[in-house]
């Protein structure tokens, strides 16, 4: 797989589950770059700093963190200007198996995705396929 994904945000407070999934992207030539948060404070200050090189494609959000946890990273994340959030992918990715989570996941309009954990090479194509061949992305 090697596309022309620029960067992907990955916001999860638990390190080994990070450095898996920077593993599967990485062994999968999925991006040019991984920016990794721990919370959804980190992720906010980082999307409110970013040059337009910076702004990730994707981003893959926990729910449960500290500090700020994905539903409170969402109610920050549309307070963003709309150019820094036009083009992101936004996928919940959890351990949840509340039905109630994915409801409200998939009701909010800045998620694209909810998936559960851990991420996989056909999670990644399969976001791939969705959201970056319909938009035009040419794919190496």
Sequence with gaps: MSTKINTVLLVDDDKATNFIHELIIKDNN????IV????????IE?????????IPDIVFLDI?????DGWEFLEKYKELPKGKRAQIIVVMLTTSLNANDKERALSNKFISEFR???LTKEMLTDIEEKYFKKKGV???
């Excluded at 980082?46 to 910076?54: H, W």
């Design 30 to 33: 999925y991006c040019d770059k």
């Design 36 to 43: 990794t948060k721990y919370d959804g404070e980190q992720a």
């Design 46 to 54: 980082f999307l409110e700093s970013a040059n337009e090189n910076d």
């Design 64 to 68: 449960n963190m500290p500090k700020v």
């Design 116 to 118: 559960n954990k851990p």
């Design 138 to 140: 040419v794919l190496n």
